[in-house]
């Protein structure tokens, strides 16, 4: 997730290498010495795997909490590494940071609000289930990314091994469509222009089953919502 605002940009995690995140980041105008940090949401392959190969490449630094350091960054030598605490606000150039804990099975898990003092983007992927905290967080955004990760009558009926559906499913997992439309629906949606699924299982769930749930307790039309599919991402969204 690329996050920009003047003159600068921040990467929300990095699962990707040098070669496929230039790729990416190609398709949007971007190169990777455009990024002025990455920020590091937990220490789990898909979100860390490419972060110190992509720092040491593009010289970019990398934010996370001490435990997701801990657990996740093994080969950090050399790299410009700021820690973060899950709970206090941080500044990149012209951006603020707002990182807050969520469930999930990592050492010390954030996701994150991110403002320009005029507006303010909202992200939570990877988390099994809301908080209070959690929805006081995201309440008042402008634009938010939502985990849709499953379908849960999918999931049941997926080739998955019994110990995996029950990772996946529990408070300590991933979102399931109703969970992240319940979320949805305790925010303050009044300046909310944007909203877009991401983190969609390929095996357990679909795009139009994410966007219909979400969809619903906005009142709005399935086609409203955005879709980030795990090979094209999603195209930039302008927050006014």
């Known amino acids: 997730m690329v996050v920009e605002s003047g003159q600068t940009r921040l990467l929300i995690d990095c699962g990707f290498g040098p070669r496929e995140l ?56 050399g790299l410009d590494i700021r820690l973060i605490d899950s709970h206090a606000t941080f500044s990149v150039g012209e951006l603020e940071v707002q990182p807050f804990p ?23 992927t990877d988390i099994g289930m809301a908080t209070p905290h959690v929805v006081t967080m995201l309440s008042v955004c402008d634009g ?31 979102l399931e469509n109703s ?22 299982s390929e095996q357990n769930n679909t795009p139009a089953l994410a966007a219909a749930a979400l969809a619903e307790v906005m009142g709005r039309d399935a086609s409203w919502i955005g879709i980030a599919d795990q090979e094209q991402g999603s195209d930039w969204r302008c927050i006014e």
Request: net charge neutral; proline share 3%; with cysteine.
């Open 144 to 174: 938010l990314v939502l985990e849709c990760n499953h379908d849960a009558v999918m999931l049941t009926a997926s080739s998955y091994p019994w110990s995996l559906k029950q990772r996946i499913a529990g408070r300590m997992g991933h």
């Open 102 to 124: 969520v469930p999930h099975d990592a050492r010390e898990p954030t996701q994150f609000t991110v403002s320009d003092g005029r507006v303010r983007f909202g992200m939570l």
């Open 179 to 200: 969970a992240a439309a319940e979320i949805l629906s305790k925010l303050d949606l009044a300046r909310l222009q944007h909203v877009v699924a991401a983190h969609l």
């Open 22 to 77: 230039s790729r990416r980041l190609d398709r949007l105008g971007l190169q990777g010495e455009d990024l002025d940090a990455i920020l590091i949401t937990h220490e789990h392959s898909d979100h860390i795997g490419g972060a110190a190969a992509c720092a040491r490449r593009f010289d970019v630094p990398l934010c996370m909490t001490h435990g997701t350091h801990a657990a996740g960054l093994r080969n950090g030598d």
